[in-house]
């Protein structure tokens, strides 16, 4: 099948006009318009992660605690930061585009890998029923990402299908016009 998809492509581009009514489409399907219910969900998250990043603030530079707590703080605190501008940022746009969500979503298990490592080494250092809880999140909040990058590895490919799939119907429709035309 991908052969035949390659060739249909090779045999001649698509007129301008079709082309920029499928890359259209093919971006709406890719960035979608949030629903009220998404705006109110995606605000709900912004808010709380910007209240996060006010939050660390003051433990990361005035508590008194272990380093290791220290920079667990700090990288939750950047990283809030950073998710709450981007959210804001596609609040004000009103949309969400999936590619960008996906890819926040991988660096998700990075970012939750790190951080749980950073926990877990504190509770070998220092272990208290305290640390151990929080290695624990530590590892509930690393399935939890990991689940989550699954799933849009799922959407991505549904996508990527349905992407695939478009082009061929419209390159399909324009051959079909084409053969008409000279017959």
Request: glycine content about 8%.
């Amino acid at each position: 099948m991908s052969e035949l998809r390659d060739r249909l492509f090779e045999v001649e581009p698509l007129c301008a006009e079709r082309n920029e009514k499928l890359q259209r489409e093919i971006q709406a399907m890719f960035e979608q318009k949030m629903s009220r219910w998404e705006k109110v969900y995606w605000g709900a998250s912004a808010a709380g992660s910007l209240v996060f990043t006010i939050s660390a603030i003051p433990i990361v530079f005035l508590a008194p605690v272990a380093p290791g707590v220290r920079m667990v703080w700090a990288i939750f605190g950047v990283l809030n930061a950073v998710v709450g501008a981007f959210l804001v940022w596609r609040l004000w746009k009103g949309s969400m585009h999936l590619g960008q969500q996906f890819a926040g979503g991988k660096a998700g298990v990075g970012v939750a890998m790190l951080v749980t490592v950073l926990l877990l080494m504190n509770v070998i250092n220092n272990p208290t029923v305290e640390n151990l809880a929080w290695g624990l999140i530590g590892v509930a909040s690393l399935v939890l990402a990991a689940s989550i990058a699954v799933h849009n590895q799922v959407l991505s490919a549904e996508l990527n299908g349905r992407e695939q799939a478009l082009k061929l119907e419209y390159r399909l429709a324009e051959l079909a016009e084409k053969l008409v035309g000279r017959g």
